[in-house]
Protein backbone atom coordinates (compact mmCIF):
# COMPACT_ATOMS: atom_id res chain seq x y z
CA UNK A 1 0.00 0.00 0.00
CA UNK A 2 1.27 3.53 -0.80
CA UNK A 3 1.50 5.85 2.34
CA UNK A 4 -0.62 8.53 0.73
CA UNK A 5 -3.45 6.36 0.45
CA UNK A 6 -3.36 5.29 3.85
CA UNK A 7 -5.40 6.62 7.01
CA UNK A 8 -3.58 7.42 10.05
CA UNK A 9 -4.82 6.61 13.79
CA UNK A 10 -3.17 8.44 16.46
CA UNK A 11 -3.56 6.79 19.97
CA UNK A 12 -2.76 10.15 22.27
CA UNK A 13 -2.25 13.21 20.51
CA UNK A 14 0.95 14.35 23.14
CA UNK A 15 4.24 16.12 21.77
CA UNK A 16 5.80 13.40 19.74
CA UNK A 17 1.76 11.71 18.08
CA UNK A 18 0.52 15.54 18.01
CA UNK A 19 3.58 16.23 16.00
CA UNK A 20 3.83 13.67 13.89
CA UNK A 21 0.17 14.52 12.84
CA UNK A 22 0.81 17.73 11.86
CA UNK A 23 3.70 16.88 9.53
CA UNK A 24 1.52 14.37 7.91
CA UNK A 25 -1.23 16.72 7.48
CA UNK A 26 0.71 19.86 6.83
CA UNK A 27 2.51 17.96 3.54
CA UNK A 28 -0.43 15.67 2.74
CA UNK A 29 1.73 12.34 3.62
CA UNK A 30 -1.64 10.52 4.21
CA UNK A 31 -5.12 10.27 3.26
CA UNK A 32 -6.40 11.20 6.84
CA UNK A 33 -5.12 11.45 10.48
CA UNK A 34 -7.90 10.74 12.95
CA UNK A 35 -7.60 10.61 16.76
CA UNK A 36 -8.29 8.21 20.02
CA UNK A 37 -8.05 9.12 23.48
CA UNK A 38 -9.81 8.80 26.38
CA UNK A 39 -10.43 12.43 26.98
CA UNK A 40 -12.39 14.95 24.18
CA UNK A 41 -10.10 18.10 25.59
CA UNK A 42 -6.52 16.98 23.86
CA UNK A 43 -8.12 15.42 20.55
CA UNK A 44 -10.27 19.14 20.12
CA UNK A 45 -7.17 20.95 20.39
CA UNK A 46 -5.27 18.31 17.99
CA UNK A 47 -8.19 19.34 15.94
CA UNK A 48 -7.86 23.29 16.27
CA UNK A 49 -4.24 23.23 15.98
CA UNK A 50 -4.66 21.11 12.64
CA UNK A 51 -2.74 17.06 14.02
CA UNK A 52 -5.78 15.50 13.41
CA UNK A 53 -9.05 15.73 10.75
CA UNK A 54 -11.26 14.34 13.13
CA UNK A 55 -11.37 12.16 16.39
CA UNK A 56 -13.85 9.80 18.77
CA UNK A 57 -13.77 8.64 22.19
CA UNK A 58 -15.00 5.52 20.39
CA UNK A 59 -12.01 3.11 19.60
CA UNK A 60 -14.37 1.41 16.88
CA UNK A 61 -15.46 4.71 15.57
CA UNK A 62 -11.70 6.51 15.36
CA UNK A 63 -9.81 2.90 14.58
CA UNK A 64 -11.74 0.39 12.79
CA UNK A 65 -11.07 1.66 8.98
CA UNK A 66 -7.47 3.16 9.58
CA UNK A 67 -4.44 1.30 8.08
CA UNK A 68 -1.48 2.47 10.12
CA UNK A 69 -1.89 2.98 14.18
CA UNK A 70 0.74 5.19 16.00
CA UNK A 71 0.30 4.53 19.98
CA UNK A 72 1.44 7.87 21.37
CA UNK A 73 0.48 6.82 24.98
CA UNK A 74 3.19 6.28 27.83
CA UNK A 75 4.94 2.90 28.73
CA UNK A 76 2.85 2.47 31.39
CA UNK A 77 -0.89 2.20 29.73
CA UNK A 78 0.33 0.36 26.67
CA UNK A 79 -0.96 -2.45 27.61
CA UNK A 80 -4.93 -1.69 28.78
CA UNK A 81 -4.66 0.31 25.64
CA UNK A 82 -4.16 -2.48 23.33
CA UNK A 83 -6.85 -4.18 25.36
CA UNK A 84 -9.02 -1.38 24.69
CA UNK A 85 -8.31 -0.60 20.90
CA UNK A 86 -7.15 -4.27 19.89
CA UNK A 87 -11.15 -5.75 18.63
CA UNK A 88 -11.22 -2.36 16.92
CA UNK A 89 -8.19 -2.69 14.58
CA UNK A 90 -8.19 -4.75 11.51
CA UNK A 91 -6.69 -7.95 10.81
CA UNK A 92 -3.67 -5.97 8.49
CA UNK A 93 -3.10 -3.01 10.33
CA UNK A 94 0.18 -1.65 10.70
CA UNK A 95 0.44 -1.06 14.53
CA UNK A 96 3.53 0.99 15.67
CA UNK A 97 4.43 3.07 18.76
CA UNK A 98 6.78 5.93 19.80
CA UNK A 99 8.01 4.75 23.55
CA UNK A 100 11.24 5.16 24.62
CA UNK A 101 11.96 1.62 25.54
CA UNK A 102 10.60 -1.14 23.04
CA UNK A 103 11.61 -4.56 24.55
CA UNK A 104 8.06 -4.20 27.29
CA UNK A 105 6.34 -3.18 24.30
CA UNK A 106 6.72 -6.22 22.41
CA UNK A 107 5.85 -8.31 25.70
CA UNK A 108 2.64 -6.15 26.12
CA UNK A 109 1.78 -6.66 22.56
CA UNK A 110 2.57 -10.47 22.87
CA UNK A 111 0.36 -11.00 25.87
CA UNK A 112 -2.43 -8.90 24.39
CA UNK A 113 -2.70 -10.22 20.70
CA UNK A 114 -1.51 -13.80 22.47
CA UNK A 115 0.90 -13.61 19.46
CA UNK A 116 3.24 -10.34 17.49
CA UNK A 117 1.48 -9.48 14.63
CA UNK A 118 2.97 -8.95 10.97
CA UNK A 119 1.91 -5.85 10.40
CA UNK A 120 3.91 -4.65 14.49
CA UNK A 121 6.55 -2.63 13.79
CA UNK A 122 8.21 -0.70 17.06
CA UNK A 123 9.61 2.47 16.81
CA UNK A 124 11.32 5.29 18.79
CA UNK A 125 12.04 8.65 17.22
CA UNK A 126 14.68 9.94 19.05
CA UNK A 127 13.52 13.99 19.13
CA UNK A 128 11.56 15.90 22.18
CA UNK A 129 11.87 18.66 24.37
CA UNK A 130 11.37 18.96 27.79
CA UNK A 131 7.64 20.10 27.43
CA UNK A 132 4.77 17.96 26.40
CA UNK A 133 0.88 17.76 25.57
CA UNK A 134 -0.72 18.64 21.91
CA UNK A 135 0.15 22.01 23.03
CA UNK A 136 3.91 21.23 22.77
CA UNK A 137 3.83 19.89 19.34
CA UNK A 138 5.55 21.37 16.33
CA UNK A 139 6.02 19.84 12.33
CA UNK A 140 9.36 20.19 12.77
CA UNK A 141 10.36 18.19 15.76
CA UNK A 142 11.55 15.03 13.57
CA UNK A 143 13.40 16.88 10.52
CA UNK A 144 16.87 15.71 10.54
CA UNK A 145 16.42 13.51 13.43
CA UNK A 146 16.87 9.70 13.99
CA UNK A 147 13.67 7.19 14.32
CA UNK A 148 14.72 3.52 15.30
CA UNK A 149 12.95 0.48 14.18
CA UNK A 150 12.91 -2.48 15.86
CA UNK A 151 11.28 -5.18 14.29
CA UNK A 152 10.66 -8.52 15.15
CA UNK A 153 11.34 -11.70 14.34
CA UNK A 154 7.49 -11.62 12.96
CA UNK A 155 7.44 -8.18 11.34
CA UNK A 156 6.04 -8.19 7.73
CA UNK A 157 8.53 -6.52 5.31
CA UNK A 158 5.61 -4.59 4.08
CA UNK A 159 5.07 -3.42 7.61
CA UNK A 160 8.21 -1.93 8.00
CA UNK A 161 8.54 -0.42 4.92
CA UNK A 162 5.71 1.57 5.04
CA UNK A 163 6.70 2.85 9.49
CA UNK A 164 9.60 3.64 7.57
CA UNK A 165 8.16 5.53 4.96
CA UNK A 166 5.92 7.74 7.92
CA UNK A 167 8.68 8.70 9.27
CA UNK A 168 11.12 10.04 6.40
CA UNK A 169 7.39 11.91 5.21
CA UNK A 170 7.96 13.25 9.19
CA UNK A 171 11.65 14.70 7.58
CA UNK A 172 13.48 11.66 9.94
CA UNK A 173 16.10 9.38 9.08
CA UNK A 174 15.30 5.73 9.94
CA UNK A 175 17.37 3.02 11.07
CA UNK A 176 16.80 -0.55 12.51
CA UNK A 177 18.55 -2.24 15.53
CA UNK A 178 17.55 -5.18 17.68
CA UNK A 179 15.20 -4.85 20.43
CA UNK A 180 17.90 -5.47 23.41
CA UNK A 181 20.64 -3.22 21.16
CA UNK A 182 18.01 -0.52 21.42
CA UNK A 183 17.36 -0.61 24.84
CA UNK A 184 20.74 -0.77 26.05
CA UNK A 185 22.00 2.07 23.92
CA UNK A 186 18.76 4.38 25.08
CA UNK A 187 19.72 3.30 28.60
CA UNK A 188 23.01 5.07 28.71
CA UNK A 189 22.31 8.44 26.48
CA UNK A 190 18.92 9.18 26.95
CA UNK A 191 17.52 7.39 30.42
CA UNK A 192 20.68 7.69 32.37
CA UNK A 193 20.56 11.62 31.62
CA UNK A 194 17.47 11.86 33.28
CA UNK A 195 17.53 10.22 35.94
CA UNK A 196 20.58 12.40 36.68
CA UNK A 197 18.78 15.86 35.87
CA UNK A 198 15.65 14.38 38.21
CA UNK A 199 18.41 13.02 41.00
CA UNK A 200 20.15 16.54 41.00
CA UNK A 201 17.42 19.00 41.27
CA UNK A 202 15.70 16.62 44.07
CA UNK A 203 18.97 16.11 46.12
CA UNK A 204 18.96 20.26 46.27
CA UNK A 205 15.28 20.46 46.44
CA UNK A 206 15.68 18.96 50.17
CA UNK A 207 17.99 20.64 51.00
CA UNK A 208 17.18 23.53 54.02
CA UNK A 209 18.85 26.52 52.17
CA UNK A 210 17.55 25.39 48.18
CA UNK A 211 15.60 28.75 47.63
CA UNK A 212 18.66 30.60 48.75
CA UNK A 213 21.16 28.20 46.36
CA UNK A 214 19.42 27.89 43.79
CA UNK A 215 19.36 31.49 43.01
CA UNK A 216 23.29 31.19 42.22
CA UNK A 217 22.77 29.07 40.06
CA UNK A 218 23.50 29.88 35.82
CA UNK A 219 24.20 28.36 32.74
CA UNK A 220 25.70 25.17 33.58
CA UNK A 221 22.51 24.07 36.05
CA UNK A 222 20.31 25.31 33.94
CA UNK A 223 21.78 23.47 30.82
CA UNK A 224 22.37 20.13 32.71
CA UNK A 225 18.87 19.91 34.58
CA UNK A 226 16.87 21.46 31.93
CA UNK A 227 15.23 17.89 31.26
CA UNK A 228 14.20 17.70 34.79
CA UNK A 229 11.09 19.21 33.51
CA UNK A 230 9.87 16.73 31.26
CA UNK A 231 6.99 14.87 32.08
CA UNK A 232 7.40 12.80 35.62
CA UNK A 233 4.88 10.00 34.62
CA UNK A 234 6.53 9.67 31.19
CA UNK A 235 10.04 9.25 32.70
CA UNK A 236 8.65 6.88 35.49
CA UNK A 237 7.03 4.58 32.98
CA UNK A 238 10.87 4.62 30.69
CA UNK A 239 12.57 3.75 33.84
CA UNK A 240 10.53 0.35 34.84
CA UNK A 241 9.56 -0.53 31.27
CA UNK A 242 13.63 -0.50 30.69
CA UNK A 243 14.86 -1.00 34.06
CA UNK A 244 17.42 -3.74 34.05
CA UNK A 245 19.41 -1.64 31.54
CA UNK A 246 18.79 1.11 33.14
CA UNK A 247 20.17 -0.21 36.21
CA UNK A 248 23.46 -1.38 34.53
CA UNK A 249 23.99 2.16 33.03
CA UNK A 250 23.26 3.11 36.89
CA UNK A 251 26.03 1.09 38.18
CA UNK A 252 28.40 1.85 35.58
CA UNK A 253 28.03 5.09 36.22
CA UNK A 254 28.41 4.96 39.88
CA UNK A 255 31.41 3.10 39.62
CA UNK A 256 33.22 6.36 37.37
CA UNK A 257 31.57 8.76 40.13
CA UNK A 258 32.95 6.67 42.97
CA UNK A 259 36.76 6.67 40.99
CA UNK A 260 36.17 10.31 40.45
CA UNK A 261 35.17 10.89 43.98
CA UNK A 262 38.42 8.88 44.86
CA UNK A 263 40.77 11.33 42.75
CA UNK A 264 38.97 14.52 44.43
CA UNK A 265 40.00 13.38 47.73
CA UNK A 266 42.96 12.24 46.98
CA UNK A 267 43.43 15.78 45.41
CA UNK A 268 44.76 14.09 41.99
CA UNK A 269 44.98 16.57 39.63
CA UNK A 270 46.33 15.18 36.71
CA UNK A 271 43.88 12.17 37.25
CA UNK A 272 40.58 14.72 37.28
CA UNK A 273 42.38 16.03 34.14
CA UNK A 274 42.81 12.96 32.37
CA UNK A 275 39.26 12.05 33.22
CA UNK A 276 37.92 15.25 31.69
CA UNK A 277 40.38 15.84 28.75
CA UNK A 278 39.05 12.34 27.70
CA UNK A 279 35.28 13.04 28.30
CA UNK A 280 35.84 16.66 26.25
CA UNK A 281 37.63 14.80 23.67
CA UNK A 282 34.70 12.12 23.30
CA UNK A 283 31.97 14.92 23.24
CA UNK A 284 33.64 17.60 20.70
CA UNK A 285 34.27 14.16 18.18
CA UNK A 286 30.39 13.16 18.23
CA UNK A 287 29.17 16.84 18.65
CA UNK A 288 27.79 16.59 15.02
CA UNK A 289 25.27 13.86 15.99
CA UNK A 290 24.39 15.59 19.63
CA UNK A 291 23.37 18.98 17.74
CA UNK A 292 21.25 17.03 15.01
Not at 78 to 87: A, R, S, T
Not at 203 to 208: E, Q
Request: charged letters at 20%; one cysteine or more.
Amino acid sequence: MNLAECRVGLVGVGLIAGSLGLVLRQHAAVSEVVGFGRSAEPLSRAVARGAIDRYSLDAHEALSEVDIVVLGVPLGVVKPVLEQIGPALKRDVVLSDVGSAKQCVVNDVQAVFGQLPKGFVPAHPIAGTEHSGIDAAFPELFVGRRVILTPTSESDSNAVDLVTALWEAAGAEVVCMPVHKHDRMLAMTSHLPHLLAFGLVDMLAGAADHDETLRYAAGGFRDFTRIASSDPVMWRDICLGNREAVVEALAAYRDDLEKLTALVAAGDGSGIEAVFKSAKRTRDAHLHWFER
